[in-house]
């Protein structure tokens, strides 16, 4: 039987090596030519392409940390929505330079943008600019029912003074006269408030909070042309600085300072109105309260809502017995430039926070100083720092675009641009309005 297998086996492997059975040579050639340079493309593509299954990995792997991402921020937006205002006012007033705040925007900042807008938007709502009347250039309503008449009962605000300045100085397009013979002033004009928030609203603010807002100019540009784009030194009007190169421009320093003592309303200048109040609401009626100066004001008030926040400071009315600074804030919407690059650098020095809410298409903001101002080169500020045409903005800028906004029109007039209660809707719809 071994030998029978031993046979089959040798006839078996013969049978390999049959000549028909073996292949030629020239099918063996064609059978292992090189490939084609096509052909070498498609099998390295196919390489590189990853497997289906890795693919579908990577996308349900950046899936899954798009979602942890989305989680992580909106457990962090509750957090912020769930903090209370009278746990961190502070850093709402720019304890911090609002550094982590503005983007995305904090929904406590937003409210209280909008808030203190508001504010400076009763100024213009309260203002008489009829010139058939003869209350033309005065508020329309009492003290006492200052809010009320506005729709704002629920401010929480008291207000404690009127504020007035004399119409006597170089800004015809920014003061408004009565056309009547027999007028209530022919040279005062009501250009703000001072109001003090009540016992409830300081429960919830967290401090008893000094507002002082600024009129400024609600349909008409042309008070910028009236500008003298001269700056000239701050002390010069006995506001008190320890250096002699602060400038700031001089028709907002007239508006803040000058003052007519033949005039009823305006026998103080503004500055005078301002310091007094501030101090005896300070020192006086709330001296052993937590206490907050906050100024805010559009446009042209927007630079006298700076003035008065340096002249605070810089006075020293906010600092108490117990040397205990009280502080002050300023948010402005579309303000202008006010003063050169030392005045930034003391209005810093002393501490004063300062947050600025401009439209990018804005040209008030843009004025004075066309020709150096921050945007120059530091060297060329620095040189031209003495020049009366050098002008600085301060503070931290909050910049709005209404052209991002479906309810804006976008060919809108430069007056659209500038308008206070457009500012206000960007910052309500800060989602869709930011850049």
Known sequence: MANSLSNTALTFTRSLFQPEKQCSLSVLTQKFQPASPRILDQLSTRRLTPPPAVSKTKEALSSIIHELEREESTAKNKQR????????????????????????MDPLLRNELIRYGVMAQACYDAFDFDPYSKYCGSCRFTRREFFE?????EAGYDITRYL???????????????????????????????????????????????????????????WVADLMDFLR???????????????????????????????????????????????????????????????????????SALLSAYDIVETGINVRGDSRAVPVCVFTFAGPRVGNARFKARLELLGVKVLRVVNVHDVVPKSPGLLVNEKAHPLVIKMAENFPWSYVHVGVELALDHKNSPFLRHDGDLVCAHNLEAHLHLLDGWTMSCY
């Open 81 to 104: 929505n769930e903090r209370e205002l009278a746990d961190c006012w502070s850093e709402m007033l720019g304890e911090d330079d609002w550094a982590g705040l503005l983007d995305p």
């Open 149 to 153: 008449r506005l729709g704002m009962a």
């Open 164 to 222: 007035y300045a004399t119409s006597n100085i170089n800004l015809p397009n920014f003061f408004k006269n009565s056309r009547w013979p027999k007028v209530w002033s022919k040279n005062a004009n009501w250009i703000g408030y001072i109001a003090v928030s009540n016992d409830e609203t300081s429960k919830k603010l967290g401090r008893r909070d000094i507002c002082v807002a600024w009129r400024g100019t609600v349909t008409r540009l042309e």
């Open 233 to 303: 030194p701050i002390s010069s009007d006995k506001i008190p600085s320890p250096d002699p190169t602060v400038r700031v421009e001089s028709g907002f320093l007239d508006l803040y300072t000058d003052k007519d003592e033949s005039c009823k309303y305006c026998k103080f200048s503004a500055r005078e109105q301002i310091l007094t109040e501030v101090n005896r609401l300070i020192n006086e009626v709330y001296p052993k309260e937590e206490v907050s100066v906050t100024i805010t004001g559009h446009s042209l008030g927007g630079a």
